[in-house]
């Protein structure tokens, strides 16, 4: 018996078609799923660029710089949940689309009795943590006391994570991103407001760790709330656990944590090395760099999360002519997205670095964000790959190489800290990255769906290029000018450039049933307004991208 038959009830009569019914619920979604997280990335973006400036002049380089670094610390607490989140999200997923609710039940109790393992430890190491922080870093004497206390109040929020983070998982498990649009809205809006409330009245350090807290409670409440609202039959009870569920979480999640690993040493590790080496100032140029891109990086999740329970499903009831779809347009579409962000940061980023948090950043922090965009790029097509590997539990070798990928980062960036300072730690972070993300991921999966590699770069990444270069031509051309010195120039000249970009991308780039997909998409914005009922076909056919 294979693994994904492991926590299946015995078969029934029941034919894929019957039995496939969620999958083609979950397509059906697609457009006001894409539609509800653009719309909360459009409420959350502004938020943070308004935000972030007041946190790091009213904090200081050097508070900000030791908050840097307390996220850095307790970023890799997470991994401590072993990859149980994915695996949960996963076999939801799948016996979702197998209409087996009470293996749902066990998967979803079996995982929450494991998540308290790791609460309870991150707890305790808050505590411990609390106590050699200042003797890790150069900590200056009157922030010894806020910065332990902050980092404690970071370990409780990271703890609450655990069995929180299995209730999102299983709302993302029937494609209900609508709901977590909600979901993230609410918490970072109540967030930036206490922010602002009381950071102007000249709170500090534990402040922001307290209303931190308070955001990540409101967050994984809301999970609890939907969950049980698309759940009805859902029940968390002793019966429910079972160990031999519980292996075969671990059996998939053992490959989920290694690459949790992996990301966490990519994305995590450069602000520590950076802060062991150059101390906590120059965390915060580094830092805001590297946050500034990470919105970038973070974004394509709202294309890409979308992958990994539609691949699932389409796993569960053998549908390989749409996950082989699913690989490659979906993957053109995140790339295209994304080229967009890309082109931006690494023409217009220094600049709008100037006006944004003020001149010293732009030698300091420009050249980071330049190549940590350029990075972006590469993630884009790795993480693309990734969610399409866990629909299918071939996940195995892309942990294996992005712990490689991880590997080498950290080590190039521990070198070239002492030779070229923040700078050197981006170019330690993009070089592996171009090699494994780039490269030897998207080939390996293409492999597995029987997609030629050429036929995959050339219509996944050279056709999305050509489409951005005219785009990259004329922000420099503006720029060169002198002519981008503020938001308002800055906001023309990149506006009309999208449009330009646009137009390109959609007569250069797109397929015919990228098109259409994509009119239903923009169709649906009709059918998502108020007393208006949705009439026209579910993109759930052979013109959608996911097939």
């Known amino acids: 018996m294979g693994l994904d038959n492991q926590i299946s009830i015995p078969a029934t009569n029941r034919s894929n078609l019957e039995r496939g019914a969620s999958l083609r619920d979950a397509k059906a979604r697609i457009p006001r799923n894409v539609l509800s997280n653009w719309a909360s990335y459009a409420v959350n973006l502004p938020i943070t660029f308004l935000i972030l400036p007041l946190v790091v002049h009213r904090l200081g380089s050097t508070a900000y710089g030791i ?8 970023g890799y607490s997470f991994l401590l949940d072993l990859g149980i989140r994915i695996a949960v999200t996963r076999y939801v997923a799948r016996h979702v689309a197998l209409d087996e609710p009470r293996v749902v039940n066990t998967v979803l109790t ?7 393992i790791p609460a309870s430890l991150v707890l305790v190491g808050g505590v411990a943590g609390a106590h050699i922080l200042p003797r890790l870093f150069p900590i200056p004497p009157e922030l010894v006391w806020d910065a332990r206390l902050s980092f404690f109040i970071v370990a409780t ?12 998982g299983c709302v993302a498990a029937v494609s209900r991103y609508d709901l977590l649009s909600i979901r993230y809205v609410i918490p970072n809006i109540i967030k930036a407001l206490l922010l602002w ?23 994984y409440t809301l999970d609890y709330v939907f969950a049980r609202s698309q759940f009805p039959s859902l029940s968390i009870r002793r019966e429910f656990f079972n160990i031999s569920t519980l292996r075969t979480l671990m059996n998939f999640s053992v490959y989920a944590f290694i690459l949790s690993v992996s990301w966490r040493m990519l994305f995590m590790t450069d602000s520590i090395v950076v802060g062991f080496v150059l101390g906590p100032v120059a965390v915060t140029f580094y830092s805001v760099g590297m946050n500034l891109v990470s919105l970038l990086r973070e974004s394509i999740g709202n294309i890409a999360n ?7 499903q389409m796993d569960a009831v053998s549908q390989e002519d749409s996950l082989r779809r699913l690989f490659t347009s979906g993957s053109r579409i995140a790339l295209l997205y994304v080229l967009a962000g890309v082109v931006s940061l690494t023409v217009l980023g220094p600049r709008f670095l100037g006006f944004w948090l003020g001149e010293s950043f732009i030698g300091r922090t420009g050249p980071v964000v330049i190549l940590l965009a350029i990075e972006a790029g590469f993630y884009t097509l790795c993480y693309t790959c990734g969610q399409v590997l866990y629909g299918m539990n071939r996940h195995k070798v892309n942990a294996w190489l992005s712990l490689g990928n991880a590997t080498a980062n950290l080590t190039l960036s521990t070198i070239m800290v002492r030779w070229w300072g923040a700078v050197g730690v981006a170019w330690g972070t993009i070089i592996p990255a171009f090699v494994i993300e780039a490269i030897i991921v998207p080939v390996y999966t293409a492999s597995l769906l029987n997609v030629s590699p050429g036929l995959f ?6 056709r999305p290029l050509i489409a951005a270069a005219p785009y990259g031509l004329w922000l420099w051309f503006w720029r060169a000018q002198g002519l981008v010195h503020g938001y308002g120039s800055l906001a023309l000249v990149v506006g009309s450039g999208l449009a330009l970009y646009a137009l390109l991308a959609w007569t250069l780039s797109l397929d015919d049933q990228d098109r259409i997909f994509a009119r239903k998409v923009l169709m649906s914005l009709k059918a998502m307004a108020p007393g208006t009922e949705r009439t026209e076909e579910a993109p759930g056919g052979e013109s959608s991208p996911t097939g």
């Open 306 to 312: 979308l992958y990994s329970p539609l691949a699932s």
């Open 197 to 219: 409330y009381f950071l102007v009245r000249g709170y500090g350090l534990v402040t922001v760790a307290l209303v931190g807290l308070v955001a990540i409670s409101t967050g």
């Open 457 to 462: 770069y050339k219509s996944v990444v050279l």
């Open 67 to 74: 908050w840097g670094i307390i996220g850095q610390v307790m």
């Open 110 to 116: 079996t995982g929450l009795a494991f998540s308290l």
């Open 157 to 168: 929020g990271v703890a609450l994570s655990f069995p929180g983070s299995l209730f999102n």
